[in-house]
């Protein structure tokens, strides 16, 4: 589950961060303990997303539009919403997907704490960003953002590096850049709200009458 682990993973860091009069560019090692300090008071949030991938080879792209819900430890669900329906969700014990157009399912157990990805330990509430990443900025970003980049200092099997997008006066998430061996994905959001209360409810999958599923 790369995808999910990534989209976790850079959300769950960098929550839209409250507002500073400060325009000039931070340091990698500043910007990145206040991310993390903001992340530790993150216990729930949703969002809308538009991904676009970009692959290695053929540089072809494809863009798909969705809605995410998350809760600290170890609950998530994406809904994809175009150009085709796909909904994944980690309930706390399991991980399921969904495709509808072939309607067919999977389900997997979420994995123990010593076998987890670095992603995964962030949707847990157990990572750390200052720990887990070295920190660099390029030497110029896009006017009105700051550009942070993280690799992990182990490495990980879903991504190679990551790059967090936020505003450069209030410091709010605008998306992040993925990179892993097939291509580049970049994520935008909007509609970002966070600590909402959401119910473990929210969580609770059942997959439509008829779906092939597979575990």
């Known amino acids: 589950m790369p995808l999910f682990a990534i989209l976790v993973l850079a959300i769950v860091m960098a929550g839209a961060l409250p507002a500073t009069s400060q325009v000039a560019a931070p340091t990698p090692a500043d910007l990145a303990a206040r991310l993390q300090k903001r992340y530790e008071a993150i216990r729930d949030f949703t969002a809308d997303f538009t991904q676009v991938y970009r692959g290695q080879l053929q540089r072809k792209t494809a ?3 969705g809605k995410i819900q998350l809760k600290k430890p170890s609950r998530v669900r994406f809904t994809y919403e175009s150009p085709e329906r796909k909904v994944f969700v980690a309930d706390g014990t399991h991980f399921y997907s969904y495709f509808q157009q072939e309607r067919a399912g999977t389900i997997q157990p979420l994995p123990k704490e010593h076998e987890a990805s670095t992603a995964l330990m962030f949707l847990a509430g157990r990572g750390n960003i200052v720990r887990d990443f070295t ?3 390029p030497a110029s970003s896009p006017a009105g953002e700051w550009q942070l980049q993280l690799v992990p200092k182990t490495p990980q099997a879903d ?8 505003d450069r006066v209030s410091l709010a998430l605008l998306g992040f850049v993925t990179i892993d061996d097939q291509g580049t994905n970049t994520v ?17 999958y059942s997959f439509p009458a008829g779906t092939q599923i597979s575990r």
């Open 63 to 65: 863009t798909e539009r």
């Open 135 to 137: 920190a660099s900025m």
């Open 159 to 166: 991504y190679q590096g990551l790059t967090l997008i936020v």
């Open 188 to 204: 935008r959001f909007t509609n970002l709200r966070e600590n909402t209360g959401l119910r473990d409810s929210a969580f609770a």
